[in-house]
């Protein structure tokens, strides 16, 4: 509706909708000759049976009773020659969505219970080594990048959209794996150690916030199921969020998304701070958490922020100059080629 496109897209649907129209007619007329063409079959074999048999009583060979047996167990067997002719559309269908099917099943699980040991709490310490990434068939985002975050420092990352911010904290988690060098905390190389150790160290907010369909309450409690209800006040405040769930007409006991209260960006990427606050992990990537932020409300975090910062390593991901001065360092991060 914002572009004016409503005519463009009804004509698109239409012409899906006669494609649709024209594959099920001719589906319907395949059908519709397959099906009789295959009973007349049945049938002609039938009396075929049935001149022979006829000619069989004639000479005696065979007993009338025995010929009506012989043609009723040939009436038997018609129907399902007849079933054939949907059994092959319907295996025709179900190729479709096979192959739909096979490409969800092709891709790699992650690996899990993987005997690999438990990632050690530290202090936080990152480092990557020679780094080299590039997402399939695409060109390469990092080459042979290198960087060193102490435990406990605040670095900010900056740079020009598509640089790779995003995707150094994707690595980080994991969720995607270098094709050369190495990814370290606390001199560990991550990828020896139990995926989801490494994960629950970080706190990861996105740059696209997901929120799950659930109360307030449920979305907060998701990275830690046992939480108190201190522990969820407290994050809320953390982040600037305690003000605006506690208007919201059932306070943390509201249902949000889909099927309830809609919230605004800003108020959605506060509840995601919160949320991963409630982790309290050791280190904690920001990803544009603050870019929806008015700024009264990214003032306040910050000022927040000082008390939380101070006790963990932080990967600032931002643009935001306020969220810049919180940093012990600026990395600018510039696109390959
Ligand atoms: N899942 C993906 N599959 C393929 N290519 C991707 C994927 N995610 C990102 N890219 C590509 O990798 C490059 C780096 O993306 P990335 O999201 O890390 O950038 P960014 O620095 O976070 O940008 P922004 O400031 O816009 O958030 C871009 O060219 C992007 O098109
Ligand atoms: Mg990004």
């Known amino acids: 509706k914002a572009f004016v496109r409503e005519k463009l897209e009804r004509n698109r649907f239409e012409e899906k909708n006669q494609e649709l129209l024209s594959v099920s007619s001719k589906q319907i007329l395949v059908n519709s000759i397959l099906s009789p063409a295959i009973t007349l079959l049945a049938s002609a074999g039938l009396l075929l049976l049935l001149w022979l048999g006829i000619n069989h009583v004639e000479s005696g060979q065979l007993a009338t009773s025995e010929l009506v047996s012989l043609l009723l167990y040939a009436m038997l067997l018609t129907q399902p020659i007849s079933g054939l002719a949907n059994v092959y559309g319907q295996v025709q269908r179900t190729l479709g969505a096979a192959d739909r099917l096979q490409a969800f099943f092709a891709q790699q699980p992650e690996p899990e219970g993987t005997n690999q040991p438990i990632l050690p709490l530290g202090s936080g310490a990152i480092e990557f080594e020679s780094v080299s990434f590039a997402y399939p068939e695409r060109e ?7 960087l060193k975050i102490e435990a406990g420092e605040t670095i900010a990352i900056t740079g020009p959209n ?6 150094l904290a994707y690595l980080l988690m994991r969720f995607d794996q270098p094709q050369s060098g190495r990814i370290l ?9 139990d995926l989801q150790s490494v994960r629950e160290q970080i706190g990861l907010v996105a740059q696209n916030t997901l929120l799950v369909n ?3 309450r449920d979305n907060l409690v998701y990275g830690r199921f046992d939480a108190s209800n201190e522990d969820i006040q407290k994050a809320a405040h953390s982040a600037r969020a305690s003000e605006f769930i506690e208007q919201l007409p059932e306070g943390y006991d509201t249902i949000i998304g889909d099927q309830g209260v809609k919230l605004s960006g800003g108020q959605r990427q506060r509840l995601s701070l919160a949320r991963t606050l409630m982790k309290d992990p050791p280190i904690l ?7 929806m932020f008015d700024p009264e409300g990214e003032a306040g975090f910050i000022q927040e922020c000082k008390e939380l910062i101070a006790e963990r390593t932080v990967i600032l991901i931002t643009h935001r100059p306020a969220s810049l001065a919180l940093a012990d360092r600026v990395l600018k991060l510039e ?3």
């Open 214 to 216: 659930g109360t307030v």
């Open 162 to 167: 598509g640089a790779g911010k995003s995707t």
């Open 185 to 193: 905390i606390d001199d560990h190389d991550i990828e020896q150690f």
């Open 285 to 291: 990537i920001l990803d544009e958490a603050t870019a």
């Open 335 to 337: 696109k390959l080629v």
């Open 140 to 146: 390469p985002v990092l080459q042979d990048f290198n």
